[in-house]
């Protein structure tokens, strides 16, 4: 059964419509406090970080008031990458983390994201246990007063996510020598990402770094490369850097200004962490995978299997399998040594740790040529045209026409009110064919 208010990646909307109001936010408070609150008898601790989008202000404070009238101590942390936030729950022994954002969506749009006291994010079960929680009557999670929750504000969450990061390399790693663009996407890791790249000694050029609680990826950020690619090459630099609003995605640019996806990234990764015997059982990625990487991963003798699309299924579906990497196209990437879910400065690090010593970003990070692969995004006011005859129709008429020659794959954003139509193929006109077919059922 379909969840009612969490989608792939947490509760996610528009601001002051539907889910995302101050009054669903206390709502969802007290619930997910309830829940969590239940499941440790020592002292009752929430932790809540956010992104820099201007609703967090009316957002965080409903949230925080659900917290305490359940009973939970919340500690507020402010402006941090999601990874961040997970990490610091755990270290904290936090009963549960919250982050406050929409990711990679644009300013209008807001949500949230729940991590348990092991820094992972939630299962779909216990998801269905808190929206039972949202819906009852709130009287009998309300606690005596008490017993209410106190709410203290902490200014030091990102020296101390930058000192879990560092703590992961050798203590004489440095990038001295090394010129970087760094696009923060006016989001999450603007104070994080440059101050970690500068106290090891890299020259930044840094994008993004402004918010101002509207522009949080607009034009910038891993869902906007070009201005990335532009400032690559325009500053002679390495290599590129973007993440997206909550930086739990990361997207780079090559020395000569072309873009390396979340793909080629895990195919880079792979490869070194097998040769370091790093690797542990092989990699997940998920339906949107570009086949190119399954064949390369292949031919290099790494497993490799396929998750629904989401991080959250990649690290459910690693944690299954024993594995320790994992990632979408887009840019989460789990390095399941580190962190419990996508970490956009994490994995950078990883990246440059391999770069330091004066390899090319373009030598190290074109691992694989990619099968052309084309993703058009259609906009609905009901994602359930999905399931209607004429849409399953058009996608039955468009497979037939691929056949053996590529691949398609149709679903609904988990996060967008939008159907995505990704088809996969070396014939690139027969791939516009096929987008077309479906896309006229659809509108």
Known sequence: MKNKYFGTDGIRGKVNQ??????????????????????????QIAVIAKDTRLSGYTLEPALVSGLVSGGMHVFTLGPLPTNGLAMLTKYMKANMGIMITASHNPYYDNGLKLFGPDGMKLSDKIEKKIEKLIDAKNTKQLTDPKLLGRVK??????????????????????????KIVLDCANGASYKAAPKLLRDLGAKIISIGIKPNGLNINKKCGSTYPSKLKFAVKKYKANVGISFDGDADRIIMCDENGKIIDGDQIIAMLARRWKSKKILKGGVIGTLMSN???????????????????????????????????GGEQS??????????????????????FSLRKGIKASKLLSVFTPVPQVLENVTVKDKNVINLSKTKNSIKVATKLLGSKGRILVRKSGTEPKIRIMVESYDKHLIVKCINIIKRSIN
């Open 291 to 325: 086949f190119g990487l399954e064949k390369f991963l292949k031919n290099e003798k790494i497993r490799f299997y396929r998750s629904k699309v989401g991080d959250r299924y990649v690290k459910e579906k690693m944690k299954k399998c024993n594995f320790n990497l």
């Open 18 to 43: 539907g889910n995302i109001t101050g009054e669903k936010f206390f709502k969802f408070g007290l619930a997910s406090g309830t829940y969590f609150k239940n499941q440790k008898k020592t002292k």
């Open 153 to 178: 504000r902490l200014e030091n969450g990102n020296e101390k996510y930058i000192k879990i990061l560092k703590s992961n390399f050798p203590k004489n790693f440095h990038l001295k020598g090394m």
């Open 331 to 352: 840019g989460h990437i789990i390095l399941g040594k580190f962190a419990t879910t996508g970490d956009g400065l994490l994995v950078a690090l990883e990246v440059l």
